[in-house]
């Protein structure tokens, strides 16, 4: 019996050790009202596992008013998307993006940036530069420099040679560098693809035609954007492009995709392939945009280009890269784009043909060489670029009057300077100004007097077409019309000696 009377005990005792557990669950969440509060906010939170926000989600989201957010999207400052005209949503992924996109780096970080992309030595801010300190290894490092960079008359030079044309005009040597723009789905790689085919059949592919000297027959292929799958598709379809077989690797080409990586690792590992692999002739760098951390930083796109400038020099090779147009005109992408268009040999330009998308056209932006008539090209249905016989573009009568001044090639600026100066200085500003307005006009680009003014200050800082000495303004002059015209100033105010 006594066994029988303890069961009841026993119940109550786990019911009890139960209802304490229960108990003391409760006292670690706190109040209820606590506990709401809690469940409320997981409730408002649910937004962030969602790809798209509403305007409301956004403005949770980014942690501001939503009037500053109608403030951004109307300025057109943040990424949103309107399908119906009136309701605005935005992809989290863009926002993410947009949060992050001028990074402020540490002192120490911008510190090794600086070395890594110049290798100089810092110069401290002095107004006198003749007392210089500097210590026995860095005066013999800046006598090297000096005695590496002096040009002497007794000096002879190779032609550099030229590796890549389109018909008959040059778009690549050896120790420069190019490269090809358009907005996304022009099908830059398609063109890239061909330009690289090209160069390992040394042959002709769509309209370019390569020949690589003995020694500089290899191409490195440098992807920054796309996944292994893609870039091998890339890598397949350069291949057929070339006539050569898909089924085994090609010594004279090295593809690598470096997407994961940071910005500064790309820039170290392409480094480390030109110092230990000879004989490259062509590097395509296929997202140039993704060796830099902003491409509207000045200062870092001028590091960049110098790195560009310093690798085609040393390693003698031509380096092409790829950068995006802009989305709401056809400018290249932020100061690394202004820095490409005033330091590259060329500039090619692909953007869809205006009647038929699945055409896509080549032509200059700007070359050194005489310009080319723009050529266009269609995919197959081996998803292969094909030319397009007999194509007449639009742009080509168009585009003149449609460009920016800095967009305008050096052979149509020099055909519009030599309409307005006829061979001859001139003086005054406001003559040289109405001579700018009419020469200009020659080649169809027509611009209002506030426009040439503009023009002027361009001509005269950034590219030097145009030399001003006291009132006079020159074009097309050499070294002994320069000499004449000092000896003449100086005669007619009584200083020649």
């Excluded at 954007?225 to 291949?239: D, T």
């Excluded at 030599?418 to 680009?445: D, H, M, R, S």
């Amino acid at each position: 019996m006594a066994a029988i009377e303890d069961k009841p005990d026993a119940t109550v005792g786990r019911m009890l050790e139960r209802l304490n557990k229960i108990e003391n669950l409760l006292a670690g969440l706190g109040d209820t009202a606590e506990l709401h509060k809690r469940i409320e906010n997981l409730e408002n939170s649910q937004y962030t596992n969602k790809d798209v926000l509403t305007f409301d989600e956004a403005c949770k989201y980014l942690g501001v008013s939503d009037s500053l957010l109608y403030k951004l999207t109307a300025a057109k400052a943040v990424p949103h998307y309107k399908p119906r005209g009136k309701m605005i949503y935005f992809k989290k992924l863009e926002l993410n993006e947009w949060l992050l996109h001028n990074q402020v780096i540490t002192v120490e970080q911008a510190k090794l940036e600086a070395a890594y992309y110049t290798s100089i030595l810092p110069i401290p801010k002095k107004k006198n530069y003749d007392f210089l300190p500097v210590n026995e290894t860095e005066e013999m490092n800046l006598s090297k420099i000096l005695d590496d960079a002096l040009i002497k008359a007794t000096d002879t030079y190779k032609t550099p040679p030229q590796i890549i044309w389109i018909d008959n005009s040059t778009i690549a040597t050896l120790g420069n560098f190019s490269a090809s723009t358009g907005k996304a789905k022009s099908k830059k790689t398609f063109n890239i693809s061909a330009i690289v085919a090209a160069a390992l059949a040394n042959g002709k592919v769509l309209n370019y035609r390569a020949q690589l000297p003995e020694g500089k027959r290899r191409v490195l292929y440098v992807d920054t954007e796309q996944s292994r799958f893609h870039c091998h598709n890339v890598l397949e379809r350069i291949l057929k492009l070339a006539g050569l077989p898909t089924t085994m690797d090609n010594e004279n080409l090295d593809f690598i995709g470096l997407r994961e990586y940071s910005p500064k690792i790309r820039l170290q590992v392409v480094d480390y392939a030109l110092r230990k692999n000879n004989g490259y002739g062509l590097v395509i760098i296929d997202g140039i945009r993704d060796m830099m951390l902003d491409i509207n930083n000045a200062s870092e796109s001028v590091c960049l280009i110098n790195t560009l400038m310093k690798w085609s020099s040393v390693y003698d090779i031509h380096i092409h890269c790829v950068l995006h147009l802009n989305k709401g005109d056809d400018n290249v992408r932020g100061h690394i784009g202004t820095e490409l268009n005033n330091k590259a040999e060329t500039v090619l330009v692909i953007s869809k043909d205006s009647k038929d998308a699945n055409i896509s056209e080549v032509r200059a932006l700007q070359i050194r060489d005489k310009d080319f008539p723009p050529f266009a090209f269609r995919i197959d249905e081996d998803g292969l670029p094909e030319m397009i016989e007999d194509y007449h573009s639009e742009k080509s009568v168009k585009s003149v009057s449609s460009l920016g001044v800095e967009q305008l090639s050096m052979e149509q600026h020099r055909e519009a300077l030599e309409n307005a100066f006829q061979g001859k200085p001139i003086k005054g500003y406001e003559n040289v100004i109405n001579a700018l307005i009419k020469g200009y006009a020659g080649i169809g680009y027509i611009r209002k007097r506030s426009a040439v003014a503009k023009m002027l200050t361009f001509l005269l800082s950034d590219v030097k077409l145009i030399v001003k000495r006291d009132k006079v303004y020159h074009y097309g002059e050499d070294k002994t019309d320069r000499e004449i015209f000092d000896r003449k100033v100086l005669q007619a105010v009584g200083h020649e000696e």
